[in-house]
């Protein structure tokens, strides 16, 4: 109990310290930010550990006539883990790419607060909890976005703003009306609406589905997500590649298993659509990917693309699309925040930020070529790395569902990937005779460079042996079905 | 003298700031004491209040009820301290840190020290009425606090010696004063066919004879509707608002968005439910124009808020969506909606207080109006420019403030009303809100600041920013007695429907 | 026909105070005029007064005096001429308000005129910025 | 563990390559040796039909699983042989080429893999060192790093990752079928869902398919087989490529060797033998239009995986009586490894000589090169199935299994026989072609450089020694090898029905002799008129009108785009035209004080009260409609 509250609270007071740490102590700055996502991180691994021992950590509080309770379950435990873990990369990796630019007490202040949020996310055990920090993750990424404060980066903001504001109204709405309908909001127990068919049940899903796929990057809700890759590369890598979207993502879950749950669901119309939603956004965001020039624009689209594997996972409403949909979220979180971590190596150190400018980048930054380069086989979904199994198993589940023109969408995406990626590889490592100039080396670019290679390690790993998430998996699919 | 004061609590109520707000003239040239007794004033309207509460809240007696000289109800003059009542007085409260804002530099803002007294009487006189409004059971009484609400508002918009605030007081005054004729015509025409003037009397006369006269109890329930909806500045006819609320001074501006125009909500929600009764209102269709009317106007506002450059006039206008919302509850005629909405009622009146008054103490240090001049006041006003930005998060919505609390009830009202029209103008207000006050914030802390040095507010102001503040997220984690009053009053308001 | 003309004959107190009414709106509504419009609120008021009024009288009744009538006469009904008393007051004080807010505009802007009030309002604004006037 | 060992093992030398130390010796050759010891010594008792198999006890989904039957230990010890071949070859030609310290750590880095994929125990170990051969044997085409290398490159790579994601789905649908992953050794599976398995065995098809070379998915082939470094040509040819075959076996093995096919996949023997034959006709087809030696012999490499295709097709279709296609297609694969191997090992000595591949520039240089030349005669003899040589007695083989096929009275093998027959003339006259030309015919001026080619001669006198030895005694390795296979796949009467098949019958060598003759008359013929030099148009070819899909399909993508963009900016420039409108529309209304309705001008407040009075009447106009509706 100790280890969610800690791990919850890390973040705040985190913030809040940094908050009110003069601008100018960089190095005390830096030790509390590693301090406390550190300590965040371990307090999660505690939790996990708690959770995974069958026990439950009820925190339960009024807001105002409702319950607002944090509940983790499996689930939420494989959401924040990766949250939480993936964090302690980030910051390691802004430490470096942030050393040296403007607004940084705002930005690690931030970073840290939105760490609580998408904490919160993950270990609320209601759809109170859930709403309040979903709502609260968004207007904390915000200054991360608008880090910049260029105008272009302005716009982004707002856009940001209002597409996610939008959707949490939407949700709101769906989480009072699950409230008249299901009488209760806790997740667990079963499914909330488990008790039976009413009519304005596809109206309800549909308005989850608007409220959480903004975030999601569902496809006609995604154009906020390009927009944002204005901000700092560590914030696109983590929130915009993972945890924000991945809060979308997980609330869709979380509609699907614990509101609906899957007996309902498979009754609805519109539970049948939606994985042919996604299904479109998968080609759709891969494909429009393909042409972008900028490099981060073409990994957002890409993010787009890969999101809704998941719900399309999740909507197969078979185990194996669950547990496909798990280990996509851990293996894409991975490798995502590997790859958008080289983009932004790249852009720091020889300034590139094109895909047409690539040519000599792979002479000049070998080690960061090669992670990319592993990198894209695993968004293609080729074994050795972690994502393939995620591929695998929602392959799997959307057969085993009856869905299976679902798994030739996964195929032909991953050719489309290939199609997407490979060339910037390839371009990368061919003029031999052109040699980008560096910008800098030492402590810096170490930063930068060692948490990449070990996600990239930590992706290959996982690709080799996947029991190494697997217990994660198991214990959702035990959970749900 | 307890058990004295006991007895007497409803008519002490209103008659501590009354009283207070008479003693002030002559005392005009010692302002230090005038501004003590003022606080005192508002302070003891408050405390009693609070004891009115907690006796009703206790069910010791509720509803209070308290016969004005001693003569029985249809003859004498009745003052019911329910739920309704009771809540509402406890919303009054929201006078007493805006009075502690006051006393910074309310002389600068009215333009000169002299003109200090004059201000406290006629915000003590409104407090009083409005206290009077919550207790009353009388509809000629109504009236009477009405035109006393009226006249101490239009005093408090032209205290600025400013020819605009004039204009908008003489504006503000043509059109309240029209409200009045009108409410004054419908309580004659319901005198006219009940021949009472307490409430319980002409409604349970009013259930037997409307039939007969449907046309007249129409004519009467339109009269009231548009009588009081001028004065609460109800959707079309919000006219004279932005330029009345964005004209005062800011506590004055603070006190009229997120007092006086409640007050005028809750007479009408007594002469709607409590006189007319749902049924009637039903019978009539009022609510579902009530309900268009209020959906239309958290649209339009939210809109209109949108387009104003000026930030007093921005929360202006954001008032006239935040009625709409009130509105449209009052018009689900379901106890959730309704409750949620009288929730709503004592939320906003926190949240705009806190944000008039940060923007009144943002103007008096920069001297910019527009928000877009405001940029960087967040970090040189930090505790200002915090107060601002959780009464714009309240007002938005998001949980752990007042404002979701209220919201999530309204959404579940129009649930229960099988409307789903309203949900989406609700959500789509917030949607809006977000988009006219979040401007602000970014401006506040993420535009480069200029050079100039603007001073956060002095102590008594600081600590009436922080006051609210705290209120508004204190109503959004523990609502408790306020809650539990609103539904009170919903459930006894929609008691024989 | 004939019932409904004597219907409205009868009650021509109240006609009288629809058509103040009427009148008072009118005159609030077209007149640029600030005392104008004061005056039409005025009437306005008038009106309902007069409907008040009106409502409290029985045909043949006497005023509610004691021991200056029998008992058995038909009294007029007292209460709403002393509501209405209330309410002139609650008039007149408007009246007296509205009175010195014109005064006031009328010292910033020279005018009673609502039509060159707006159209001066833009160089008064600019003459002093706050509220230093 | 042996098993697991036996693919670390190159790897650990690839680390100990890249770490610097390791440059002054010849990694491969070293490996490669050490592994064909130890695998000889390890894996020969698997011959005795014990088949070893190894999991990796790991938590999880997945635990790696290892297998070796006689068909896994002869594919690896036919690989690592190859590989010693090629190391012995390939420093003295990469020192010419450059990059010889790359190309040596992708070749180890590739045999691992190619060891991995042949000792997998399940299909998804098998996927697994699939992916990692495909990149590692990627670096071997973009070797050279030009522009044609690199297009080549893509070819293969994405020819490679589609063929790997097919798989995948493949493996995805056939676990589905049979409700768990059937591992190695215990086949054929029983389908809980027929149709699903027929899908199933379909993808699998595909995806090894693309790696065989199979019509019309052998695309990629020739040109990756073309530019990259010959050594590695040869590894490409004549390794790499068989991998595919190997899995189509396995997969038939799921199916069912030497059983009557089960419902839903009947279809798998006649679509396998269809696509040889068509696989078979293409190359050779094209490979009678190259002018570039290495590209001739990539498009051979598809012919004769045509060949191999058809034998197990024939094998399937025959269900018990099939051992002869089966036995034909991997005495095949076999010796195809050698040949090919063999004779671009060949060209690539001529190459290193003459910095020229194209036939026409060259000619009469038996005279320079005679060692060379008979080396490469006796691998042209093999390929064309000279009695004598190795290819003879495969083809001898299959055409057997043919005429049993024709003989059970499967209607459409009649069909195939000519066609069979018409693919030997071809494939003579092609062979007779490029020897022609480069060794015999005119010399011409070609510039020669002296390369110590007693290395390269070396290797090639390996494998002409097996060949030829497998060529003199045609039924030593099918007795040895191919039957313990056939065995283990679950063909008992593998060992009886060679038995009773002698290779120098009269009727097979007269045939052999008559292809070889017609193939010789065919290409003089050809060579006088010119007709090897016809084009044929982009829209015939195969390429050509894969080239103009992929164009359609890139166009349609963009166009996709477009429109995409075209709609995201109308929303976009739509939604701020109609705020734009709001927003003056709404500033308008909140300043708007004046109006007039008939000849009354209201000013400032009366338009608002008059907004007001409007508002009242509404009200007042709704209520009464409301109450009349009600009242009737």
């Not at chain 1, 990368?428 to 290679?453: C, H, Q, W, Y």
């Not at chain 2, 909606?337 to 923007?359: D, P, Q, R, W």
């Not at chain 4, 018409?422 to 062979?431: I, R």
């Not at chain 4, 300043?591 to 407040?605: D, E, K, P, W």
Request: charged share 10%.
């Amino acid at each position: 109990m100790l280890a969610l509250v800690f791990a919850l609270s890390s973040g705040i007071i985190g913030g809040l310290l940094v908050a009110a740490l003069p601008a100018a102590r960089t190095r005390l700055r830096n030790m509390v930010v590693l301090f406390f996502t550190g300590s965040g991180m371990i307090c999660s691994w505690l939790v996990a550990r708690q959770v995974w021992a069958g026990e439950r950590l009820r925190f339960a509080g009024q807001l105002g006539g409702l319950t607002f309770c944090l509940d983790p379950d499996p689930l939420g435990i494989v959401f924040g883990l990766i949250a939480a873990t993936l964090w302690f990369f980030t910051v390691v990796y802004s430490l470096g790419y942030m050393a040296g630019k403007a607004h940084q007490r705002t930005y690690y202040a931030f970073l840290l607060v939105a760490f609580s949020a998408t904490l919160g996310v993950a270990f609320s055990g209601n759809l109170v909890a859930l709403y309040l920090f979903y709502e609260l993750l968004t207007l904390t990424t915000y200054p991360l976005v608008i880090q910049e404060r260029s105008p272009e980066a302005m716009q982004a903001g707002t856009k940001y703003l209002l597409y996610n504001l939008a959707g949490a109204a939407v949700l709101l709405l769906a989480i009072v009306l699950t409230a008249a309908w299901g009488g209760r909001l806790d997740f667990v127990g079963g499914p909330i609406l488990a008790a039976g068919l009413k009519t304005g049940l596809n109206w309800l899903l549909f308005l989850f589905t608007v409220g959480f796929g903004v975030k999601a990057a569902l496809l006609p809700l995604h154009r906020w997500l390009p927009a944002a890759m204005v901000a700092p590369t560590p914030v696109s890598a983590l929130l915009h590649a993972v945890a924000v979207v991945y809060a979308g993502v997980y609330g869709l879950l979380r509609v699907v298993y614990s509101v609906f749950g899957t007996t309902l669901l498979g009754e609805l119309g519109f539970a049948a659509l939606i994985p042919w939603v996604a299904a479109g956004t998968v080609l759709v965001g891969i494909i429009v990917a393909t042409q972008q020039d900028i490099l981060k624009r073409r990994l957002a689209y890409q993010t787009i693309s890969h999101l809704s594997y998941i719900l399309l996972g999740a909507f197969t409403l078979h185990p194996w699309g669950l547990a496909g949909a798990v280990l996509q979220m851990i293996g894409y979180a991975v490798l995502k925040t590997a790859f958008f971590f080289c983009a932004g190596i790249i852009a720091e150190q020889t300034g590139v930020t094109r895909v047409s400018q690539m040519g000599g980048v792979g002479r000049s930054l070998p080690k960061t070529m090669v992670a990319f380069a592993v990198v894209t086989l695993g968004m293609i979904g080729m074994l050795p790395l972690g994502t393939f199994w995620g591929k695998f198993y929602l392959m799997k589940g959307s057969v085993a569902g009856g869905k299976w023109p679902l798994a030739l969408v996964l195929i032909g995406s991953g050719i489309i990937n290939a199609v997407c990626f490979i060339p910037v590889v390839v371009r990368a490592f061919r003029d031999e005779n052109k040699r980008l100039s560096i910008t800098e080396r030492g402590v810096r670019v170490t930063l930068m460079l060692v948490p990449t290679m070990l996600l990239v390690v930590v992706g290959l790993g996982m690709g080799l042996f996947p029991g190494m998430v697997w217990p994660a998996v198991q214990a959702v699919v035990d959970w749900f079905f | 003298m307890t058990t004295l004061i006991r007895a007497n609590l409803p008519v002490l109520v209103v008659i501590a700031p009354l009283f207070v707000a008479f003693i002030l003239p002559p005392l005009a040239r010692r302002i230090r004491l005038v501004e003590a007794l003022a606080l005192l004033g508002a302070v003891l309207g408050l405390g009693g209040a609070g004891y009115l509460a907690s006796i009703v809240l206790t069910q010791q007696e509720n509803p209070f009820i308290y016969q004005l000289g001693g003569w029985p109800a249809p003859w004498g003059i009745e003052l019911v301290a329910g739920s309704l009542g009771v809540f509402f007085l406890l919303v009054v409260g929201v006078s007493v840190p805006v009075l502690l804002f006051a006393q910074g530099n309310l002389a600068a803002e009215v333009g000169g020290a002299e003109r200090v007294t004059r201000f406290y009487v006629l915000y003590l006189l409104l407090v009083g009425a409005m206290a009077g409004m919550a207790v009353t059971n009388d509809m000629f009484n109504v009236y009477v606090l009405v035109e006393v609400a009226t006249l101490s508002c239009c005093g408090l918009v032209s205290a600025r010696r400013y020819p605009r605030a004039a204009e908008a007081a003489f504006t503000y005054l043509i059109l309240a004063t029209l409200g009045s004729a009108l409410v004054l015509g419908g309580i004659g025409l319901i005198y006219l066919i009940t021949g009472h003037l307490n409430m319980g009397f002409a409604a349970q006369e009013l259930s037997r004879v409307w039939l007969a006269r449907p046309h007249v109890v129409l004519m009467a329930v339109s009269l009231i509707v548009v009588g009081f909806g001028v004065k609460a500045a109800l959707f079309p006819l919000h006219v004279w608002l932005p330029d009345a609320h964005s004209t005062a001074p800011s506590p004055a501006s603070a006190i009229l968005s997120g007092l006086a125009v409640k007050g005028y909500l809750i007479c009408l929600v007594k002469f709607l439910y409590g006189v007319f009764g749902p049924t009637l209102l039903q019978e009539f269709a009022v609510h579902r124009i009530l309900t268009l009317l209020g959906g239309v106007g958290i649209i339009t506002g939210s809109i209109l808020a949108l387009t104003q450059e000026e930030l007093k006039r921005r929360l202006a206008y954001s008032t006239v969506a935040q009625v709409g919302y009130l509105i449209l509850g009052f018009g689900l005629l379901n106890v959730t909606g309704l409750a949620g909405a009288l929730f709503y009622l004592a939320s906003h009146a926190v949240i705009k207080a806190t944000l008039f008054l940060a923007a009144g103490a943002m103007l008096a240090a920069t001297g910019k109006r527009n928000v877009r001049d405001l940029a960087g006041v967040g970090r040189k006003m930090p505790i200002t420019m915090a107060a601002f930005t959780i009464g714009s998060l309240g007002l938005i919505g998001l949980p752990l403030f007042s404002g979701f609390i209220g919201k999530w009830y309204l959404l579940l009202g129009s649930w229960e009303a099988g409307l789903i029209l309203p949900a989406v103008a609700i959500l789509a207000g917030s949607v809006l809100c977000a988009a006219y006050l979040l401007p602000v914030i970014r401006a506040a802390y993420f535009a480069p600041a200029p050079e100039e040095d603007w001073p956060d507010p002095g102590r008594p102001q600081k600590l009436a920013l922080l006051l609210l503040a705290a209120a508004v997220v204190i109503l959004g984690v523990r609502p408790g007695p306020f809650l539990e009053l609103a539904q009170k009053a919903a459930a006894e308001l929609l008691a024989f429907y | 026909m004939s019932g409904l003309l004597t219907k409205v004959l009868i009650n021509y107190p109240y006609l009288v105070a629809v058509l103040l009414f009427t009148i008072g709106t009118f005159t609030v509504l077209t007149h640029p005029n600030l005392f104008k419009k004061l005056l039409g609120i005025n009437i306005m008021e008038s009106a309902i007064f007069l409907m008040f009024v009106a409502s409290g009288n029985i045909r043949g009744g006497v005023a509610p005096i004691r021991g200056t009538t029998n008992a058995e006469a038909v009294y007029i009904n007292p209460l709403p001429s002393a509501l209405m008393l209330t309410g002139i007051v609650v008039s007149v004080s408007v009246t007296a308000f509205a009175l010195a807010l014109i005064m006031r505009l009328y010292k910033a802007y020279g005018t009673t005129d609502l039509r060159r009030i707006a159209a001066r309002r833009k160089e008064v604004i600019s003459d002093d910025h706050l509220d230093q006037g | 563990m042996m098993l697991a060992i036996l693919p670390m093992v190159p790897l650990i030398g690839a680390c100990f390559l890249c770490s610097k130390r390791g440059r002054a010796i010849n990694g491969p050759l070293t490996i490669s040796t050490l592994l064909l010891i130890l695998g000889g010594f390890g894996l020969v008792r698997v011959f005795a039909g014990q088949p070893i198999t190894f999991r990796l006890p790991l938590p999880g989904p997945y635990g790696p699983t290892f297998y070796a039957d006689a068909l896994s230990v002869l594919f690896v010890l036919l690989a690592v042989f190859l590989w010693l071949v090629v190391a012995l070859y390939a420093p003295e030609y990469m020192k010419r080429e450059g990059g010889a310290g790359r190309f040596a750590l992708w070749t180890l880095l590739t045999l691992s893999a190619v060891l991995g994929v042949f000792l997998a125990g399940d299909l998804l170990t098998l996927l697994l060192c699939f992916e990692l051969m495909t990149i590692a044997s990627f670096f071997w085409v973009i070797q050279r790093g030009d522009r044609e290398a690199i297009g080549a490159g893509y070819y293969y790579l994405f020819f490679s990752i589609v063929g790997g994601l097919f798989l995948a789905l493949g493996i995805v649908l056939l676990s589905v079928a049979t409700g768990g992953l059937p591992t190695f050794g215990n086949s054929p599976v029983t389908p809980l869902y027929p149709t699903m398995f027929a899908w199933s065995v379909a993808c699998l098809l595909i995806g090894f398919g693309i790696k065989a070379g199979m019509v019309p998915l052998h695309l990629w082939l020739p040109r990756a087989h073309a530019v990259a470094p010959t050594p590695a040509s040869a590894l490409l040819s004549g390794l790499l490529i068989k991998v595919g075959a190997y899995g189509l076996i396995r997969v038939g093995a799921f199916a069912g060797w030497g059983q009557t096919l089960g419902d839903g996949i009947r279809w798998l023997g006649p679509v396998l033998a269809f696509l040889g034959v068509g696989t078979m006709l293409v190359g050779v087809g094209a490979a009678l239009l190259q002018s570039e030696a290495k590209r001739l012999l990539a498009y051979h490499s598809v012919s004769q995986m045509g060949y191999i295709l058809l034998g197990l097709g024939i094998g399937l279709e025959l269900g018990t009586a099939g051992e002869l296609g089966l036995l034909g297609a991997i005495y095949h694969l076999f010796n195809h490894a050698l040949f090919k191997a063999a004779l671009f090992l060949g060209v690539g000595v001529i190459y290193l000589h003459t910095r020229e591949t194209n036939l026409y520039k060259l000619g009469g240089l038996w005279r320079r090169f005679p060692v060379t030349a008979f080396l490469m005669l006796l691998a042209v003899l093999g390929i064309t199935g000279a009695p004598g040589l190795n290819g003879y007695a495969s083809k001898t083989l299959l055409h057997h299994a043919l005429s049993q096929a024709v003989a059970t009275g499967i209607p459409w093998a009649r069909w195939v026989e000519p066609l069979f027959f018409l693919v030997g003339v071809g494939t003579a006259a092609s062979f007779t072609k490029l020897y022609y030309l480069i060794f015999l015919g005119k010399p011409t001026p070609v510039k020669t450089t002296t390369v110590r080619s007693t290395r390269l001669h070396l290797a090639m006198v390996l494998l002409s020694i097996v060949m030829v030895g497998s060529g003199l005694a045609p039924a030593l390795f099918p007795k040895v090898a191919a039957v313990p296979a056939a065995h283990g796949l679950g063909m008992a009467q593998a060992a009886t029905v060679l038995g009773g098949l002698a290779f120098w019958n009269f009727a097979d060598v007269s045939g052999m002799f008559l292809t070889l003759i017609l193939g010789a008359i065919v290409c003089g013929a050809g060579l006088k008129w010119g007709v090897f030099h016809w084009q044929a148009p982009r829209w015939l070819t195969l390429e050509g009108l894969v080239k103009l899909f992929i164009k359609g399909a890139s166009a349609i993508g963009r166009k996709g785009v477009a429109f995409y963009r075209l709609v995201g900016a109308a929303v976009g420039s739509w939604g701020r035209r109609l705020s734009s409108c709001l927003y003056r529309a709404f500033t308008r209304f909140d300043q708007s004080r004046n109006a007039t309705i008939g000849r009354i001008r209201l000013v400032g407040l009366s338009a608002d009260a008059a907004i007001l009075m409007l508002m009242l009447t509404l009200v007042i106009a709704c209520s009464v409609l409301n109450s009349l509706v009600r009242m009737f």
